[in-house]
């Protein structure tokens, strides 16, 4: 908060540290006139998305997203035509008509890489239709972007504020490369809600179903209002102006895989600076929630963690550190929520079971000609 551009901040139940100097996930800044690469990540735009499907069979709508999505690594060919009209402005951005981000945008479309992002399949407990979620960000094209402005505000920094650390560094938006930056962040956006779209509605045509409704948001970016900008690192924004296209104030919470997702709608307080958790959040680190469960197998842990519940692994390689147990607990994070006004639950989509990449990078390429050299 000592960083000079910062007028505001605010802090979530499922906050969690992340580098030194950095805003915490679950994290909220107002800049005033500057844009904070480090504050919004190198996951630009991480967002969720959800269609309702009616009545069809969870196992049904599961197995048919499972057939079309993409987990992992690298990109795919089966989905890489851009929209003519998204192309052209990204070819017309001067941080984004690269060959290296017109390659990830084409080949990174319908994937949703790794980590903690998710496809998951649920019933929603106040109508008992069966709805598709999927959390993921902008793959290749956000990070690409992300290095490409942690660069220029480093330039900016060394003669503006070069007592501020590297990590705090800022793009002034009242400049040609703010306002770039700026354009090409929306840019990243509309992609990224193209590629839940892609994987929805590639569902939805496996099954030969139109989906009932649809809705999203992003939590990990950065809102304009005026000439504040607020950075949300992992913070789902409640604020109806932080998110325009959409219409019903509903907006979405997951927690974890053996937990609802929350759709939850809220006021804008003085306290919330207008935004809600972005999920449960992490109480230690992933290397060091394997190292305290290394008395178990992964299949034991698996197992007690999951059962009742049709959770797949991508790779077929389970990863721990994505079960529930290495999460927040789930209720604590809701009664922060009730307790400091940080979203009402209008709804809650019951887990029937999910998709996560898993430990891909067993049988990573690099990995394999590593083991057979060793």
Sequence with gaps: MKTPTLVGGSVMPDACPTGPGQIPVGGIVIAK????PAMHSADICCSVMATNFGRISPKKLLDAAHSITHFGGGGREEYSILPSQLEEKLMENRYMRSERSMLFARSHLATQGDGNHFLFVGVSKKSGDTMLVTH??????GANLYTQGMKTAEAFRKWMSPFTPENNAWIPYDTEEGKSYWEALQLVREWTKLNHG????ATGNILGILSHDRFWNEHN??????DLFYHAKGATPLNN??????????RLVPLNMSAPVLIVKGEVSQ????????????NISRGRHKRNNS?????????EETTGLDVRFFSKHIDISELPSAYKNAESVQNQMREFGLGEVVDEIMPYGCIMAGDWEIDAPWRQKWKTKK
């Design 241 to 250: 102006k932080f998110v325009p296209d959409s219409m019903n104030g509903l």
């Design 33 to 36: 006139n500057a844009i904070h």
């Design 221 to 226: 970016f950065v809102f304009q209002d005026g």
């Design 295 to 303: 008395h178990k197998t992964a299949e034991q842990l698996f197992y």
């Design 271 to 282: 306290s919330n600076l207008g935004f809600a958790p972005h999920g449960a959040g992490r």
């Design 198 to 201: 892609t994987i929805h509605d």
């Design 136 to 141: 993921h960000g902008s793959r290749g094209l």
